[in-house]
């Protein structure tokens, strides 16, 4: 018998990482081992085991490895989406916003860092945006997203298997 379709478990995962990271609060989540990266992963897998019970079978740790994988990559080009369009926005620099605190509290910034700092600032008021920081952020979404969301969607699938054996 076939499987049923991997894509809307997908969807789910991608929206359930998207949403927690997106809202203020919620975003709090990634803060603990990026919760809220694994629960998309997790949310994505606990759905296909679902759709799988209508079939008599069980998610695979291969299946849901993959379904956590997309997820990852497809919530990573959204939220670094995301990330550009509310830059392009706003109309201020976070760069000297950055600057301006680290002064108010008395923390010394290493010139190299300070000089890291300014060219980052330059390029906000020079385009609106980092590019270096935009992909910066977009490679290292790359590598969390996928990671974590694959990991939550294993436990996931280790969980969903323990409960369906009982």
């Given at each position: 018998?076939?499987?049923?379709?991997?894509?809307?478990?997908?969807?789910?995962?991608?929206?359930?990482?998207?949403?927690?990271?997106?809202?203020?609060?919620?975003?709090l989540l990634n803060l603990l081992c990026c919760a809220g990266?694994?629960?998309?992963?997790?949310?994505?897998?606990?759905?296909?085991?679902?759709?799988?019970?209508?079939?008599?079978?069980?998610?695979?740790?291969?299946?849901?490895?993959?379904?956590?994988?997309?997820?990852?990559?497809?919530?990573?080009?959204?939220?670094?989406?995301?990330?550009?369009?509310?830059?392009?926005?706003?109309?201020?620099?976070?760069?000297?916003?950055?600057?301006?605190?680290?002064?108010?509290?008395?923390?010394d910034i290493p010139p190299t860092a300070y000089e890291f700092?300014?060219?980052?600032?330059?390029?906000?008021?020079?385009?609106?945006?980092?590019?270096?920081l935009t992909i910066f952020s977009f490679i290292t979404n790359?590598?969390?997203?996928?990671?974590?969301?694959?990991?939550?969607?294993?436990?996931?699938?280790?969980?969903?298997?323990?409960?369906?054996?009982?």
């Open positions: 018998m076939q499987p049923d379709n991997k894509l809307f478990p997908v969807i789910i995962g991608t929206f359930t990482m998207t949403f927690i990271a997106l809202f203020p609060i919620l975003n990266i694994m629960a998309g992963g997790f949310a994505g897998v606990f759905y296909y085991s679902r759709q799988l019970l209508k079939t008599g079978q069980t998610v695979s740790s291969k299946d849901g490895g993959m379904i956590g994988i997309l997820s990852g990559v497809l919530s990573a080009v959204i939220i670094s989406g995301f990330g550009l369009v509310f830059s392009l926005f706003s109309s201020q620099n976070p760069m000297n916003e950055m600057i301006n605190t680290f002064d108010s509290i008395g923390v700092l300014e060219k980052f600032s330059n390029e906000f008021n020079e385009h609106g945006y980092s590019p270096t790359l590598i969390i997203y996928p990671l974590f969301g694959s990991i939550g969607a294993i436990i996931g699938v280790t969980v969903l298997k323990k409960k369906t054996a009982v």
